[in-house]
C-alpha cells in the first residue's frame, strides 16, 4: 500500500531514532488500525514485519514484559501481541543473553518449544525443557 516505504504506527527510542525518522521520505507512520488489519495488511506483496518483544513462550507468542525473555508461559494477565498463529522467524541476539533464528510456521507446539528452547541461552535450556516437558508442551515421546 505503500510501495518501497517503510511503514510503522509509532517509533520510540533515542534522539538518533527520531532524528533519522524526522522528515524521512522513506519513513511513513500510519495508524494502527492501517499497519496491524490483517485485511489491508495481506493487500501487500513481500511484507516483512517486525514486532519487539520483550518475551516469548514456548509456543510462540509474544508479549511486552520486563523478565527473561524466552519462558514456559507468559506473565498472567500480560496481552498477547503477537499469536503464535502469526509467528515465523524468531531472532534474538546475544546481548540481551538469549541469540539465534528460527521458523516456527506450521510446526507443532512441541517443535516450537524446542525451537524456542534452542534460541535461549545454554544456562537456561535445561530448565526450560524440563518445565515444558512438565507441563505438557514436549511429550515425553518427543525426541
Keep these: 500500500m505503500h510501495p518501497g516505504k517503510i511503514v510503522c504506527s509509532f517509533g520510540l527510542g533515542s534522539k ?3 532524528d533519522a525518522v524526522d522528515g524521512n521520505p522513506d519513513i511513513s507512520s500510519q495508524p ?16 516483512t514485519t517486525i514486532n519487539n518483544t520483550t518475551q516469548m513462550d514456548l509456543q510462540g507468542q ?10 514456559l508461559d507468559l506473565t498472567p494477565g500480560n496481552v498477547v ?3 503464535r498463529s502469526d509467528m515465523m522467524y524468531v531472532v534474538t541476539e546475544y546481548v540481551v543473553t538469549e541469540y539465534g533464528i528460527v ?11 524446542t525451537a524456542m528452547i534452542s534460541l535461549a541461552h545454554p544456562d537456561f ?7 515444558a516437558r512438565g507441563n505438557g508442551l514436549i511429550p515425553r515421546s518427543f525426541r
Design 16 to 18: 538518533k531514532l527520531y
Design 32 to 47: 494502527v488500525d492501517l499497519t496491524n488489519l490483517p485485511h489491508l495488511i495481506m493487500q501487500n506483496d513481500r511484507l
Design 62 to 71: 509474544a508479549a511486552r514484559v520486563r523478565r527473561s525473555r524466552i519462558v
Design 81 to 83: 501481541t503477537a499469536p
Design 103 to 113: 521458523n516456527l510456521k506450521g510446526k507443532s507446539v512441541p517443535e516450537r518449544a
Design 125 to 131: 535450556r535445561d530448565d526450560l525443557e524440563r518445565e
